[in-house]
């Protein structure tokens, strides 16, 4: 079981930025590089959708259709980190941003083909 930990959440304006971390441990018998990352968010109501994922070798992204060309994700194998820059925020992103893992795989954009999940980050985008 990987332990999940987001933070960088906040308020912000319309057309800001912000910058959310995940952090990852526990990592007992595998290694931070053998796992996909993803962000999803969720709001009140609505069901959890997915953000953006990058692949355990970290060669490919995926975004989806509401945050292309605005948000981008990364990792750090290092430092066992992933990170979401969030750039020309909207009113309409504001959610809480729930951090995923799992391991091997590539394109996993679907909330059920992760099996770790962080606590979650509230971000809200004032207009």
């Known amino acids: 079981q990987v332990h999940l930990v987001e933070s960088g959440g906040g308020l912000v304006q319309a057309g800001g930025s912000l910058r959310l971390s995940c952090a990852a441990s526990r990592l007992t018998f595998s290694t931070f590089s053998t796992y996909t990352m993803g962000w999803f968010r969720q709001s009140p109501g609505k069901e959890r959708e997915f953000v953006a994922s990058?692949?355990?070798?970290?060669?490919?992204?995926y975004y989806g259709e509401s945050v292309k060309g605005r948000f981008t994700i990364s990792r750090d194998n290092a430092k066992n980190m992933v990170y979401l820059q969030m750039e020309s925020l909207k009113p309409e992103d504001t959610a809480v941003y729930y951090c995923?893992?799992?391991?091997?795989?590539?394109?996993?954009?679907?909330?059920?083909?992760?099996?770790?999940w962080g606590q979650g980050t509230q971000v809200t985008v004032s207009s």
């Open positions: 995923a893992a799992d391991q091997w795989g590539e394109r996993k954009i679907v909330p059920r083909e992760y099996t770790n």
């Open positions: 990058i692949s355990w070798g970290g060669g490919r992204t």
